[in-house]
T-cell receptor, first 117, second 111 residues
Framework: EAEVAQSPRYKITEKSQAVAFWCDPI?????LYWYRQILGQGPELLVR????????DSQLPKDRFSAERLKGVDSTLKIQPAELGDSAMYLC???????????????FGQGTRLTVV | QKEVEQNSGPLSVPEGAIASLNCTYSDRVSQSFFWYRQYSGKSPELIMS????GDKEDGRFTAQLNKASQYVSLLIRDSQPSDSATYLCAVNKAAGNKLTFGGGTRVLVKP
């Protein structure tokens, strides 16, 4: 499988600053996910896109987090202002929609490790 | 009740033995089930997917699905030290591609 590209790999930011993460999913993959993974826990969904539309952002803290996927290709997740509790791994994944097997196999990028100080 | 539950472990197994991991889910109409392996500091890597009841084998890995009992399991045969990782169970609900993860089971394979 072609890789999901994410950048940066690591980010250290001060509390109250803005931070942004970028994801370029596998070509042709309509569904894009942003997950947050706190150390020792499983990934938690923040937002899910179908093409350029947000289909699930129920767990996204909208007072400080925003996500967009212009043109239904790459995506950006932003946090403003960052808080100490936002320190975590931010993971992007993509999957197809439909298909004989359900087409829901999701493949992850390398993630961005965020540390808020 | 969490949507997807796993024993956090650690599950300690001797090299060469079988590691058995379990996962239960709450949504009865879930359709697709996945196992991911995650090494410390790395992102999850898909190792198995299963969609129908029964067993699915791929190399040293076997996934087992029982929809009536709402559980999915992963067996790792001939466990190797390189299998030491956290194994994440993920479930896709019927309505669209909402992929929900369990908390993961940490596996330690001792030489």
């Amino acid at each position: 499988e072609a890789e999901v590209a994410q950048s940066p790999r690591y980010k250290i930011t001060e509390k109250s600053q803005a931070v942004a993460f970028w994801c370029d999913p596998i070509s042709g993959r309509a569904t894009l996910y942003w997950y947050r993974q706190i150390l020792g826990q499983g990934p938690e969904l923040l937002v899910r896109f179908q093409d350029e539309s947000v289909v699930d952002d129920s767990q996204l803290p909208k007072d400080r987090f925003s996500a967009e996927r212009l043109k239904g290709v790459d995506s950006t997740l932003k946090i403003q202002p960052a808080e100490l509790g936002d320190s975590a791994m931010y993971l992007c994944a993509s999957s197809r929609t439909g298909g004989a097997s359900g087409g829901t196999e999701a493949f992850f990028g390398q993630g961005t490790r965020l540390t808020v100080v | 009740q969490k949507e997807v539950e796993q024993n956090s472990g650690p599950l300690s197994v001797p090299e060469g033995a079988i590691a058995s991991l379990n996962c239960t889910y709450s949504d009865r109409v879930s359709q697709s089930f996945f196992w991911y392996r995650q090494y410390s500091g790395k992102s999850p890597e898909l190792i198995m997917s299963i969609y129908s009841n029964g067993d699915k084998e791929d190399g040293r890995f076997t996934a087992q699905l029982n929809k009536a009992s709402q559980y999915v399991s992963l067996l790792i045969r001939d466990s190797q030290p390189s299998d030491s990782a956290t194994y994440l169970c993920a479930v896709n609900k019927a309505a669209g591609n909402k992929l929900t993860f369990g908390g993961g089971t940490r596996v330690l394979v001792k030489p």
